[in-house]
Structures are given as structure tokens and as C-alpha cells.
Nanobody
Framework: QVQLVESGGGLVQAGDSLRLSCAASGLTFRSYNMGWFRQAPGKERGFVAAIGWNGGTSYYADSVRDRFTISRDNAKNTVYLQMNSLNVEDTAVYYC?????????????????WGQGTQVTVSS
């Protein structure tokens, strides 16, 4: 059974940093591309960042580029999202997801497995 378990969310102030983690089990982690998405109240789930299976390629939504960094440790079956300079608009539930195919990883439908999410709340 595949499990993706996010952690590291919480309540922070604008300008602070957080690092999210997503621990994977039940799949061959190094064979999957990984992504982070987020969903704010009343909004659709949106793409944040994705990273290739070997960590050599990554890309970001325009809204988080230069503030967020996605990384992975295949030895630990874990993907991370370092979030700096957080602002109120970053408040959302953050989900990690796994996809076998690299193409169109900014689209949620391309992902095979999803975590349950972790709440990030940024206060002004």
C-alpha cells in the first residue's frame, strides 16, 4: 500500500520560513517524480513545485519561484519543500504527490498517488 505522509506545517508569521517533508512508502521512490500542490479555502488545488526522480530537474509555479525550493533524498524516501519569505497568500493545505511520468507535472491529473496534506497558515 502506497503512503505519502506530509509533515512540517504550522502557523507562522509573514516573512518566516517552513520546511515541509513528505515520507513515502510502499513504492519504489526513486522511480517517481514528486510534486507539491496546495489548496486554499474556496480555491482549486494548484501546482507549487515538482522534481524529477533523480533530483536533477525541478520547476516551480511563478508565484513561488525564488522563494521555495523542492528537493529529495532517495535514500530516505523523502521529498522536501523549503518555503522562505512566506506571505499570507501562501496559506493553504499542502499536498505531496508521486507521478511515474515526467510530462505536465504541473497538472494534478498526472499524479498517481497523493498524501493527506499538511496545513500551512501564514499570519500578517
Amino acid at each position: 500500500q502506497v503512503q505519502l505522509v506530509e509533515s512540517g506545517g504550522g502557523l507562522v508569521q509573514a516573512g518566516d520560513s517552513l520546511r515541509l517533508s513528505c515520507a513515502a512508502s510502499g513504492l519504489t521512490f526513486r522511480s517517481y517524480n514528486m510534486g507539491w500542490f496546495r489548496q486554499a479555502p474556496g480555491k482549486e488545488r494548484g501546482f507549487v513545485a515538482a522534481i524529477g526522480w533523480n533530483g536533477g530537474t525541478s520547476y516551480y509555479a511563478d508565484s513561488v519561484r525564488d522563494r521555495f525550493t523542492i528537493s529529495r533524498d532517495n535514500a530516505k524516501n523523502t521529498v522536501y519543500l523549503q518555503m522562505n519569505s512566506l506571505n499570507v497568500e501562501d496559506t493553504a493545505v499542502y499536498y505531496c504527490a508521486a507521478a511515474r511520468d515526467w510530462a505536465f507535472l504541473n497538472s494534478a491529473v498526472k499524479y498517481d498517488y497523493w498524501g493527506q496534506g499538511t496545513q500551512v497558515t501564514v499570519s500578517s
